[in-house]
């Protein structure tokens, strides 16, 4: 079974400009999220989606961040424009979450590590 | 608003020595998972536990649940160097998943 793709594996771009990032999620997996991970501690959800509409987008700037799940498989994460603070390795998940017990584990991608310059 | 408080969050033993991570929370998980991340690696899931008091184990790590569903432990004998990395504890409750900060684990030869 193939895992989740993310693409591109690192990118370094200069404050204000724009950038994108590519999920493909296990097939099947009805659940994707986006997180956010600073060196050394735990994930910080930015969205969360079940099939193409979005559970939770609580934690994303919206003014700067978006994204979206077109045909609920696969998800672009943009960020314009960017800040330095948003220098980050941005990690996408999917999970079956069959039901609320057995099932909601999240099989993650490689992450893309982005630097803000 | 869900928290799930782990501890410690950085830890550096010595080779063969025993260590315990924790995982607190106020609220009640349906299930509570545990992962473990390399640098330059996403988050891999080490076990799900999902009945209260369910204790699993994997080689030389054992994970228990909380009677309550509220909490869990992370214990590993005798640690080895490749058991190094960031521990994560992740708890599933409507259809969220809430994570723990983390466990930065160094094991020194």
């Known amino acids: 079974e193939a895992g989740v793709a993310q693409s591109p594996r690192y990118k370094i771009i200069e404050k204000r400009q724009s950038v994108a990032f590519w999920c493909n999620p296990i097939?099947?997996?009805?659940?994707l999220y986006w997180y956010q991970q600073i060196l050394g501690q735990g994930p910080k959800l930015l969205i969360q989606f079940q099939n193409n509409g979005v559970v939770d987008d609580s934690q994303l700037p919206k003014d700067r961040f978006s994204a979206e799940r077109l045909k609920g498989v696969d998800s672009t994460l943009k960020i314009q424009p960017a800040k330095l603070e948003d220098s980050a390795v941005y990690l996408c998940?999917?999970?079956?979450?069959?039901?609320?017990?057995?099932?909601?584990?999240?099989?993650f991608g490689q992450g893309t590590r982005l630097t803000v310059v | 608003t869900q928290l799930l408080e782990q501890s410690p969050q950085f830890l550096s033993i010595q080779e063969g020595e025993n260590l315990t991570v924790y995982c607190n929370s106020s609220s009640v998980f349906s299930s509570l998972q545990w992962y473990r991340q390399e640098p330059g690696e996403g988050p891999v899931l080490l076990v799900t536990?999902?009945?209260g008091g369910e204790v699993k184990k994997l080689k030389r790590l054992t994970f228990q649940f909380g009677d309550a569903r509220k909490d869990s432990s992370l214990h590993i004998t005798a640690a080895q160097p490749g058991d190094t990395g960031l521990y994560l504890c992740?708890?599933?409750?409507?259809?969220?998943?809430?994570w723990g900060l983390g466990t930065s684990l160094a094991v020194n030869p």
């Open positions: 536990v999902v009945t």
């Open positions: 097939s099947g997996h009805a659940t």
């Open positions: 998940a999917s999970s079956p979450w069959v039901t609320e017990g057995a099932g909601t584990e999240a099989f």
């Open positions: 992740a708890g599933a409750s409507t259809r969220k998943l809430i």
